[in-house]
């Protein structure tokens, strides 16, 4: 009997195992989703153009002083870096509810700017001071493919 006691809580034990984990899949939230699909899109505009794609993580800062949306905001950003750095640029913005400021993600072809040290989500003032280092890693990747396109084509 004892063991029979023993498979039935080992049982259990895994019935609610399997439920918490059905219920941690479910909590993924609109928020989650739209955080990916931004990053995918990011990435494969960066990898496919090799262009910079932004992702834009909205906070409660806007509307503000100086733009009336965050779309206003990614339309200005765009410009500035295609026609300052003559860099093809796109932005993804996703909502970011209940942060008070706004980050921005930079993707770089492959690579995600700042990932290696943990700034990969840089405020707006720290995206815009980082912005020739940005443009900067960016062409390399692109010359780094390129001289592999071209070795291996």
Not at 102 to 127: A, C, D, M, R, Y
Not at 130 to 137: D, G, S, T, V, Y
């Amino acid at each position: 009997m004892i063991h029979a006691r023993v498979l039935v809580v080992m049982i259990a034990s895994l019935l609610v195992s399997a439920a918490a984990g059905f219920a941690q899949q479910a909590a993924l939230t609109s928020e989650h989703r739209a955080l990916r699909a931004a990053s995918d899109a990011a990435d494969r505009y960066a990898q496919n153009t090799f262009g910079l794609g932004i992702v834009i993580h909205v906070g409660e800062d806007f509307p503000n002083a100086h733009f009336e949306s965050a779309e206003q905001f990614a339309d200005v950003l765009v410009q500035l870096i295609t026609g300052k750095y003559a860099t093809p640029a796109k932005a993804f913005l996703r909502p970011n509810p209940g942060t008070p400021v706004t980050g921005l993600t930079f993707h770089t072809g492959p690579l995600i700017h700042g990932s290696e040290n943990g700034t990969e989500v840089k405020s707006i003032s720290q995206s815009l001071t980082a912005l020739p280092e940005i443009i900067k890693a960016l062409r390399l990747v692109k010359e780094m493919a390129d001289g592999f396109s071209e070795t291996n084509g």
